[in-house]
């Protein structure tokens, strides 16, 4: 099987359980903001924001490396798994330590009584990362996408049965995704039937060194990563500002804002799934640089096209997954969203060039990549939420992850250097630009301009996907 043919397989395989279980992480979305107040929304969204900022730190990134050495047909896959195991623990076992004093952080107050609600959390979301990345390098996908279709399934079951039924608020939330995870862990553990790599004596030191070699530069990057996704709610709830609406209400508001574009991200997730393995495989590969060119000009159409499509629907979208009938306050939240789905545009091309980084062993070079828009992010906000507040927050996080692109568009080709059109790059991000200000101000016949301006999008898109879609048809290809 060529390698387009083995990637467009492979995401379609993502798609299949990725779309399923997305659709029921929608409605979830849609039950949250019905149960939890504004604030309450916000302390929710801390709470998964210290999952995804702790599980690196403590389990050291270690499942990157499991997927960048489980690929590789010459590394031992018992001493991948074992040696991954035990470092996890080993990181675990320090979180416990530390993690009571988390509450002692003054913008980490309203997390108190969910300390060990926390800790647990974590654990069980180490256990199903470390099993299901392990699946993922052995390639079965298959596994890997019902996993996902099952262990949203069931945190949607556990969800209505202790928020909607039983009236546990955030420690409803917090359960249900403690018990998804382990039944997803356990669930992989079995079916894939991992306790034969699982031994203590094929545990390697030495090999743990080189696995944290890889896996170590990208827990700063991870840490960075989810911090700039976050920071924007930290400074919204703790700026006070006479001008515009602040305060942990106005957090909230903007955090039921980011899921609307997280439909981009969720179609754009599922094919990064499938890349970031071919990226890998294909790294030694003689028209690597072909296949990149491709692939990339394909992702960029698709990610333009698709923003654009969901700025015309953005007020239907934004009323299906935010239920504003028990907080009224949330019925705003569609009014921040465009620039948010503009910078989710450059978030999904970030994470396809931090694919080279992966492929090529150049970690490091994620890390200060996102170091610098992590700092530039921090000043933005600071000068942009006191005069302008949520909006001010949305153009912050573009313009951070703009840069973050134009920085790694520039580094990564270093290493992969394929070509791509800086032009018609600029040209669609004028256009999607051009759709924000018309959603933000609404000028008068402003839909209208919307449909042409989408239409325009369109027409500049559409020949890479039509191109790639030929070369999918193809029985031969290179």
């Not at 399923?20 to 929710?44: A, E, I, Q, R, V």
């Not at 470092?87 to 003054?106: C, D, E, K, Q, R």
């Not at 099952?150 to 949607?156: P, R, S, W």
Request: hydrophobic share 50%.
């Amino acid at each position: 099987m060529n390698k387009y043919k083995n990637l467009a397989l492979n995401t379609i395989i993502f798609a299949v359980g990725s779309f399923s279980s997305k659709l029921f992480s929608l409605l979830l979305n849609n039950l949250y903001t019905k149960h939890f107040s504004p604030s309450g929304f916000y302390t929710k969204t801390l709470l998964d924001t210290l999952l995804l900022f702790m599980l690196p730190v403590f389990t050291f990134s270690i499942t990157e490396a499991v997927v960048r050495y489980g690929l590789d047909k010459k590394y031992d896959k018992t001493c991948i798994f074992t040696t991954a195991a035990v470092i996890t623990g080993i990181g675990l076992s320090a979180m416990a330590v530390i993690s009571p004093f988390l509450h002692f952080i003054p913008f980490l107050r309203q997390i108190s009584g969910y300390t060990v609600l926390l800790v647990v959390y974590i654990c069980a979301s180490a256990a199903r990362a470390l099993c299901s990345q392990f699946v993922r390098a052995r390639e079965m996908v298959k596994l890997f996408a019902l996993d996902g279709i099952l262990t949203t399934m069931l945190l949607f079951i556990f969800s209505l049965i202790f928020i909607s039924g039983m009236g546990l608020g955030v420690r409803g939330f917090m359960l249900s995704g403690i018990l998804s995870d382990l039944c997803s862990a356990l669930f992989l553990f079995t079916a894939a039937n991992l306790r034969k790599f699982l031994d203590i004596r094929a545990f390697s030191p030495e090999f743990g060194r080189a696995m944290l070699r890889f896996s170590l530069p990208l827990v700063p990057t991870a840490v960075m990563w989810t911090f700039t996704g976050f920071s924007d709610q930290i400074f919204i709830g703790n700026i006070h500002s006479d001008k515009v609406f602040t305060g942990v209400d106005a957090a909230g508001i903007y955090s039921a804002a980011t899921k609307v574009p997280n439909l981009v991200s969720m179609a754009a997730t599922v094919f990064f799934q499938a890349w970031n393995m071919s990226a890998i495989t294909e790294n030694d590969s003689a028209d690597r640089e072909a296949f990149y060119e491709k692939v990339f000009a394909s992702f960029e159409a698709m990610l333009f096209i698709g923003a654009a499509a969901l700025m015309l629907i953005l007020r239907p979208v934004s009323a299906l997954l935010i239920n504003y009938s028990t907080y009224p306050e949330y019925a705003d939240a569609y009014k921040y969203t465009p620039l948010l789905i503009a910078a989710a545009v450059f978030t999904c091309l970030d994470l396809f060039l931090n694919g080279i980084y992966t492929a090529t062993g150049h970690t490091q070079n994620a890390f200060w990549s996102i170091f610098a828009v992590c700092a530039v992010n921090i000043v933005l906000n600071l000068c942009l939420i006191p005069e302008w507040g949520i909006q001010g927050a949305a153009l912050a996080t573009f313009l951070s992850y703009l840069l973050c692109y134009c920085i790694r568009m520039i580094d990564a080709r270093y290493y992969v250097p394929f070509r791509f059109s800086p032009g018609k790059n600029a040209v669609n991000t004028g256009l999607l630009l051009a759709m924000c200000g018309l959603w933000i101000f609404r000028p008068s016949g402003y839909f209208v301009l919307l449909v042409l301006t989408a239409a325009g999008i369109s027409v500049l898109n559409y020949r890479p996907m039509l191109l790639t879609v030929n070369k999918l048809l193809r029985r031969e290809g290179k």
